[in-house]
């Protein structure tokens, strides 16, 4: 079993950043994927970018391509969504999500366990 908490979301102007950090317990997440996944109202989950926990490669959505940024702090089971130049259409819910199999793949059935979710608004 493995608990996700997201947490870091909020309230920030066009423009603006944020920083999103979704730390892991339980079973051991040194093999597994993790990914962001966001949702907007009335809108289907997003994938926004994932990585492995070993090695250096992350995969991003074209939507946030040099905008966000994934990281990780492997020693404290914390992976890290850096998101600059916030614009009014990235406002969602938020989540991440670890996969037993390793890969990262952009559909949320890729996923074993979820988060609660944090929100994230830009206003205009």
């Known amino acids: 079993q493995v608990q996700l908490v997201e947490s870091g979301g909020g309230l920030v102007q066009s423009g603006g950043s944020l920083r999103l950090s979704c730390v892991g317990s339980g079973r051991t997440v040194s093999s597994y994927s993790i990914a962001w996944f966001r949702q907007a109202p009335g809108k289907v989950l997003d994938f926004v970018g994932g990585t492995r926990w070993i090695g250096d490669r992350t995969y991003d959505a074209d939507s946030v391509k040099g905008r966000f940024t994934i990281s990780r702090d492997a020693a404290n089971n914390t992976v890290y969504l850096q998101m600059s130049s916030l614009k009014p259409e990235d406002t969602a819910e938020y989540y991440c999500?670890?996969?037993?199999?390793?890969?990262?793949?952009?559909?949320?059935?890729?996923?074993?366990?979820w988060g609660q979710g944090t929100q994230v608004t830009v206003s205009s």
């Open positions: 999500a670890v996969g037993y199999s390793g890969s990262v793949y952009y559909t949320p059935s890729g996923y074993d366990y």
